[in-house]
C-alpha cells in the first residue's frame, strides 16, 4: 500500500494511443501531487507529467506537451496518462511517483515513492 502501482502500457503503432493508470495509497498519499517519468534503453530516467494533488495545476515535458494529458480522479485515487500520436521515441518504461506534497514539480528528488513501471513500446 506504499508504492504506487502502474497499469496500462503496451505495444502500439506509430501514431496510436495508450492510456496508462496510476494507483495510490488512499490512506497515506491522497493529498500528494503525482507525477509520470519514463526511461528509454540506455537513457537516464526523465520527467513526463505531473499534477497537483488536486489537479489544479499541471505541468509536461516539451517532448510530450500537446500530445500527452495527465489527470486524476481523486475518489478512486488514481492518475492517468492519456498518450496520443505516440512516436517510436515514446518507447520506454513509464513510472508513476507520489510526490513530497501537494505541489506538482519536475525534479525526480521531490518524488518520494515510486511503482515498478509499465513498459511502452512504439513500432515504425
Known amino acids: 500500500q506504499v508504492h504506487p502501482v502502474e497499469s496500462g502500457g503496451g505495444l502500439v503503432q506509430a501514431g496510436g494511443s495508450l492510456r496508462l493508470s496510476c494507483t495510490t495509497s488512499a490512506r497515506t498519499f491522497s493529498n500528494n501531487a503525482v507525477g509520470w517519468f519514463r526511461q528509454a534503453p540506455g537513457q537516464e530516467r526523465e520527467f513526463a507529467a505531473t499534477?497537483?494533488?488536486?489537479?489544479?495545476?499541471?505541468l509536461y515535458a516539451d517532448s510530450v506537451k500537446g500530445r500527452f494529458t495527465i489527470s486524476r480522479d481523486k475518489a478512486k485515487n488514481t492518475v492517468s496518462l492519456q498518450m496520443h500520436s505516440l512516436k517510436p521515441e515514446d518507447t520506454a518504461v513509464y513510472y508513476c511517483?507520489?510526490?513530497?506534497?501537494?505541489?506538482?514539480?519536475?525534479?525526480?528528488?521531490?518524488?518520494?515513492?515510486w511503482g515498478q513501471g509499465t513498459q511502452v513500446t512504439v513500432s515504425s
Open positions: 499534477i497537483s494533488w488536486n489537479g489544479a495545476t499541471t
Open positions: 511517483a507520489v510526490g513530497r506534497s501537494s505541489s506538482a514539480a519536475t525534479s525526480a528528488q521531490y518524488y518520494s515513492y
